[in-house]
């Protein structure tokens, strides 16, 4: 468990970091923008490449999928549910904490951790193809449509050929049909793949510099809930689905649970800054589920292993 909490304390400090440059003005809301959009077009497309495109074809489709697929769907939809019936939000605002509860950070802190807990950072692969194929398509056409404010052929076009997910569709192909590319072609995809995580957690480090956890009083019932559904539900539901649905053994029963309890991703909140919504929502889950999956990861190590 050492390892595990190694990887935390390397994430931690990246954000740290983003936080006093943020306190000490040396990037500002601005310079927060530009490293979203930095990370959006850019650094994530080409992490993801190089995350799929080196994983086991096999692994990717994988018996664990299914497990992780529907024990995500399950949050995402409880969460939806209550956001539109009984608090009445908006497209927009309801998916992005749809999205803090079941988008689970499969690859900057997943793969870290994966190694570290279960031995192998192939494991959260299946999770990266289901999340970036299935979920993301699905939440930037939604999202451009909810910021279009009708429903638009050419903004779900647009969704579907975003850099994200060109650059999973790509490193999938690669993976798949075992190519192998020049060295002179990956190391620079890599190079830059590389820059992903640590500007990511900075500029999300940036983003807490003046902010207060659950400080949005209006807020605070969704933050909780996504939060609550993120960190206890979800492992649960992969739990039952692995033990009482899908038979799965001790060890991918383990890998399933420590998957649905890690963290929400930083491509949420990317997601929040890209489109002007829910940022408050997906700041405050990331940050508490952060924190919080510390010691439920612990639990399910100790339990199930």
Known sequence: MTHALTGFVVVGFAIFIGWVLGKTGVLDASAR????????WVLS???????LSKADASALFSSLLPVSAIAALTVILIYALVARLVWRRPAGEALIGALSAGQVNSSNIGIPLSLYILGSAAYPAPVVLFQLLVLTPVALSILEVAAGGKFRVSAVLRALVSPIILGSALGVLVSVFGVELPEMVFAPVELIANACVPVLLISYGVSLHGQRVLGAAGQRGEVILASALKLFVMPALAWILATAVFGLGSHETLIVVVLAALPTAQNVFNYAQRFGVGETV???????TTIGCVPILFLATVLLR
């Open 33 to 40: 923008g530009t490293l979203a959009k930095l990370v959006y």
């Open 45 to 51: 497309p080409a992490l993801l490449f190089v995350v």
């Open 282 to 288: 997906a700041r405050d889950t990331v940050f508490i």
